[in-house]
């Protein structure tokens, strides 16, 4: 078993390949494939096919998770953070073929998935409260936490790349160390434990993703609040002179 996907097994001039990149493009081509599958033949009516059945399924659960983390209407975060969930976790899943080398094994793709959420957090927060609104939350309570606010916002990303990493390298490294000894039942028990451990991994950083964009809408949704409190006064009192 190989413990580091990232080693070249192609290479010519600059262009490399390695089992992480190969293996990524095996994940998205699965993914567009089932998406064109499911939705070519869309349906309104009560007689929907099994498909758009599983993936009506699979949308209204990421929207209820969405609005339970965030409090917010699911809409505009679906297609990010439902892409990240569907590709973890099928990437994840397909463990299960022999042969195959789940791209979340390695750093990269950890690191890649959070430079997204890295950067979707300030795109999220600026399009909910503007340029300045998001830059200020950076600045409280005061402007001496400045420094902190940026090494937390640093951090978390990391965090959440190393996390990831961690755990799904932790369980193939496990495994390997297991089909030594016992290698006739270890591996469908650890089969089944990746895929357990797999559709986990899925939710938890995706739900940590939601979170993170969360924190910078959410005192848009403060300050809105605030902006709405003068005007249902203002209107009461309009009401108390008529």
């Given at each position: 078993?190989?413990m580091?996907?990232?080693?070249?097994?192609?290479?010519?001039?600059?262009?490399?390949?390695?089992?992480?990149?190969?293996?990524?493009?095996?994940?998205?081509?699965?993914?567009?494939c089932?998406?064109?599958?499911?939705?070519?033949?869309?349906?309104?009516?009560?007689?929907?096919?099994?498909?758009?059945?599983?993936?009506?399924?699979?949308?209204?659960?990421?929207?209820?998770?969405?609005?339970?983390?965030?409090?917010?209407?699911?809409?505009?975060?679906?297609?990010?953070?439902?892409?990240?969930?569907?590709?973890?976790v099928?990437?994840?899943?397909l463990?299960?073929?022999?042969?195959?080398?789940?791209?979340?094994?390695?750093?990269?793709?950890?690191?890649?998935?959070?430079?997204?959420?890295?950067?979707?957090?300030?795109?999220?927060?600026?399009?909910?409260?503007?340029?300045?609104?998001?830059?200020?939350?950076?600045?409280?309570?005061?402007?001496?936490?400045?420094?902190?606010?940026?090494?937390?916002?640093?951090?978390?990303?990391?965090?959440?790349a190393?996390?990831?990493?961690?755990?799904?390298?932790?369980?193939?490294?496990?495994?390997?160390?297991?089909?030594?000894?016992?290698?006739?039942?270890?591996?469908?028990?650890?089969?089944?434990?990746?895929?357990?451990?797999?559709?986990?991994?899925?939710?938890i950083?995706?739900?940590?993703?939601?979170?993170y964009?969360?924190?910078?809408?959410?005192?848009?949704?403060?300050?809105?609040?605030?902006?709405?409190?003068?005007?249902?006064?203002?209107e009461?009192?309009?009401?108390?002179?008529?």
């Open positions: 078993m190989t580091f996907p990232d080693e070249p097994i192609w290479q010519w001039e600059f262009i490399i390949l390695n089992r992480t990149i190969i293996y990524t493009w095996v994940v998205m081509s699965i993914l567009v089932i998406s064109w599958l499911v939705t070519r033949n869309l349906s309104s009516s009560t007689k929907i096919s099994r498909g758009q059945n599983l993936l009506e399924v699979l949308v209204t659960g990421l929207r209820n998770q969405i609005r339970e983390v965030s409090q917010q209407d699911p809409g505009s975060y679906l297609p990010f953070i439902g892409t990240l969930f569907l590709f973890i099928v990437s994840n899943i463990a299960i073929v022999p042969g195959y080398y789940a791209p979340t094994s390695s750093l990269s793709t950890t690191a890649a998935l959070a430079t997204c959420v890295f950067i979707a957090v300030p795109i999220y927060g600026i399009a909910n409260q503007g340029v300045k609104g998001y830059l200020k939350q950076y600045i409280s309570p005061s402007v001496l936490m400045l420094p902190f606010n940026i090494i937390g916002e640093l951090s978390r990303t990391l965090a959440l190393v996390r990831l990493y961690g755990n799904m390298m932790s369980g193939a490294v496990i495994a390997a160390i297991l089909l030594g000894f016992v290698p006739l039942f270890v591996p469908i028990l650890m089969q089944a434990f990746g895929l357990l451990t797999g559709v986990i991994q899925a939710y950083f995706s739900v940590l993703a939601m979170v964009i969360a924190s910078a809408t959410q005192v848009s949704d403060d300050s809105i609040r605030n902006n709405k409190v003068p005007e249902i006064n203002s009461q009192s309009r009401n108390d002179e008529n």
